[in-house]
């Protein structure tokens, strides 16, 4: 099978967007990623997959920290800009939180330490050990067949 093939399959499973940040040198990074996932409830672990040619691989091999920001359907730009889709004049801001910055306003932030890492082809594993969580309501932005979206939180669909 293609490459694009593959790309198209795995872009049927609807997804939330994140975007991945750490602080390196005093400068706040982040990339946009839709690869994460919990692991464990004891010890509390989650898992991200970053490419092994992005810079934040880099980035998060340096400080062994990072958070996880579950955007908001509002947070579409942040998404993108963090993505390098676009240059977006609204920069994010951000608060610190457990010590890691993290995405003001995000639905929630999930701030980890580095436990574990695996390569795994032409991307990483990183499995976080969570430091500490804050969470928001709001409704999710979902990102599904290379579209973003969004459900209501809280809405019901009629089943048939």
């Known amino acids: 099978m293609d490459d694009r093939l593959f790309r198209t399959a795995m ?3 609807a997804t939330g967007v994140t975007v991945i940040t750490t602080e390196l040198a005093g400068e706040v990074h982040g990339m946009t990623a839709n690869a994460f996932m919990s692991v464990s409830l004891d010890p509390k672990l989650i ?33 993108k800009q963090f993505a390098g889709q676009i240059k977006d004049d609204r920069a994010a801001t951000f608060s ?3 010590g890691l910055p993290v995405i003001s306003d995000a639905l929630a932030s999930v701030a980890c330490d580095v436990y574990d890492t ?19 309501d709001g ?3 979902m990102f599904y067949s290379g579209k973003y979206g969004m459900i209501s939180y809280g809405e019901s669909v009629p089943r048939s």
């Open 11 to 13: 872009s049927k499973f």
């Open 47 to 79: 898992l991200i997959s970053i490419g092994n040619q992005a810079k934040m691989k880099g980035h998060i091999d340096q400080t062994g920290v990072f958070a996880v920001n579950v955007l908001s359907h509002e947070q579409e730009h942040l998404s």
């Open 96 to 98: 610190t939180f457990a």
């Open 118 to 136: 695996t390569v795994q082809g032409d991307h990483t594993l990183y499995i976080g050990k969570v430091r500490d969580i804050i969470v928001t």
């Open 139 to 141: 409704d999710p932005l």
